[in-house]
C-alpha cells in the first residue's frame, strides 16, 4: 500500500470512526420525546410533509420517501417554495416533521409561522432546542452536539449522518407499531428485482394473458401430444371429469412414455406425473423461484378450489426480470 493510499484509508477510517460515535450518542440520548413523535405521527390522518433546506432538505427528501415506502403517507416539501404558494400543501390534517441542525434557517420561517396560525402539528430534528425551530416546535427530536467529520468541521457530514439515522429509526418505528408486513412492503415496490420477488402468483398471472393446456385423464397419447403442442408451455395439467387437478405431463413424461414403444402408457393418466408441484395464487413469486430452482423444474401449475388456472414456466420468470 503506498503512502497516499495508507493516508487516505486513514482518514476515511477517522470519518466512519466519527459518525459511528456520533450515532452511538445519538441512540443514547433519545428520550419520551421519540415516543411522542411516533404517536403524533400515528395521529396523523393526512401527510407527514418533510421540510428542510441545504443538505437537510437532501436528508429530508430520503426520509419521506423511507416513510411512503414503509406505510406512512409522507412527502417532501422545499421551504422556499413552501414561501411562494406551496404552502397550500399543508393541510390542517397534516403533520410537518422540519430537519435544521442549527435550528436557524431563514428559510424555515414561514413554514413554522403557517403551523402556529393553522395550528398544525410540528416535529423538529434539530440540536438546538431554543433555537426558532427548536422554539416553535411540538416535539423537537434533539440531536446531540458532535464535531463534523470534516477536517474544516464545517461541511454537514456527521449531522447528516445523525439526522438520517433518526428518520430510519423513527420510519422503522412506525413500522413496528403499524406492523408493516413484507406483503405491504412488495405493494409499494412492485418495480425491480426487490418488487419482484415480493409478488404473488396471483400477481404474474394478471399480467399474462394466458389459456391453461389441460387434458381428460383419459385423453389418448395423440391427444396428449397435440394438446402439449397447442399449449406451448411445454406441458400439459391432466384434470378429472369434473376439471380437478389430476398430476401433470411434460415432453419428458412424453419422451419416456414413448421409449417402451407400443407396450408402453396409452393414456394421460398413465402417461402423467401424479401431482406434480403445484402453487397457490397467494404463494409469493420467490417460493416459486426457489421450489422451481431446487427441485429443477420448468414447469409448474397454479391451482385454485383443485383446478388449475395458470402456469408458470421458468424461461418466463427469466425473461421477465424474476429471476
Known sequence: MTQQRQRDVAVARRVLSIEADAIGALSKALDASFEAAVDKVLECRGYVIVAGVGKSGHIGQKIAATFASTGTASFFLHPTEASHG?????????????????????????????????????????RDPNSVLGRN???????????????NGLAPTTSTTMTLALGDALAVALMARRGFSPEDFGARHPGGKLGKALHTVADYLMSREQTVPTVDEDARLQEVIHDIAAGRQGCVAVVDKDGAYRGIITDGDLRRSMEHGLDGPRTAAQIMTPGGRTFAKDDRIALV???????????????????????????????????
Request: proline share 4%.
Open 86 to 126: 406551496d404552502l397550500g400543501m399543508v393541510r390542517s390534517d397534516s403533520v410537518v416533521l422540519a430537519i435544521s441542525y442549527s435550528g436557524g434557517s431563514r428559510e424555515l420561517i414561514d413554514l413554522l409561522r403557517y403551523c402556529k396560525t393553522y395550528s398544525i402539528p410540528l416535529i423538529a430534528i434539530t
Open 137 to 151: 416546535a411540538d416535539i423537537v427530536l434533539r440531536l446531540p452536539e458532535f464535531e463534523e467529520a470534516c477536517p
Open 289 to 323: 423461484v426457489d421450489v422451481m430452482t431446487k427441485l429443477r423444474i420448468a414447469n409448474g401449475f397454479v391451482l385454485e378450489d383443485q383446478r388449475p388456472v395458470g402456469v408458470i414456466h421458468t424461461k418466463d420468470l427469466l425473461e421477465e426480470g424474476y429471476i
